[in-house]
């Protein structure tokens, strides 16, 4: 079989699962994770130092493709080819939200460290050192949730929505995070 015949082939089989896809046959999207999944991940690796961050464009490739099977063209071009440019559009958009919120952390971060806390300055210097100590000792997805809310002045809403996360992740950090900044500012006196 020549080179001709294969692309014909393989453009037969991806007009057949766009058409599954577009029938909403979650089998013909196990199929498409199973053939490209690796692919997609590799692509996606190449943009994205960190594997989970990888993991995670990988998924938004394909839940995108399931959200939207039609933009999906096999008279434009193969299956593969399509999902290794969605997966690379989704990496670096990735990639620049995170330097983004890198940045805001950072800036709120330094921004938290110079606010005076008191009318007294050797309390407020303690008091900010125990504050720093604190945070310091939260997991850094609390941290960034709280450092976004209470130093950025951000709702639950807007951190969720800078963090891409779910709401009710964003408050739960937000709780947990106090919780135990609670516990360990306590733990200091």
Request: glycine share 8%; hydrophobic share 40%.
């Amino acid at each position: 079989m020549g080179t001709y015949d294969a692309t014909r082939m393989e453009r037969r089989d991806d007009a057949q699962l766009a058409d599954r896809l577009l029938a909403r046959d979650e089998a013909a999207l196990e199929m498409v994770i199973d053939r490209f999944g690796s692919l997609v991940y590799g692509m996606a690796r190449r943009v994205i130092a960190e594997p989970h961050l990888a993991e995670e464009v990988a998924q938004d490739t394909f839940l995108a493709l399931w959200r939207r099977p039609g933009a999906f063209d096999p008279q434009r071009g193969s299956l593969q080819s399509f999902l290794m440019g969605v997966a690379r559009n989704k990496a670096i958009d990735r990639v620049r939200k995170e330097e983004s919120l890198k940045r805001t952390a950072q800036a709120l971060q330094i921004e938290a460290e110079r606010a005076p806390r008191t009318d007294e300055p050797e309390l407020g210097i303690e008091e900010r050192h125990e504050v720093q100590d604190a945070l310091a000792a939260l997991s850094p997805v609390q941290r960034e949730a709280l450092v976004l809310a209470y130093f950025g002045g951000r709702t639950y809403r807007e951190v969720a929505e800078e963090l891409g996360i779910p709401e009710g992740t964003a408050k739960t950090r937000l709780r947990d995070g106090l919780t135990r900044l609670r516990e360990l500012m306590g733990a200091g006196r």
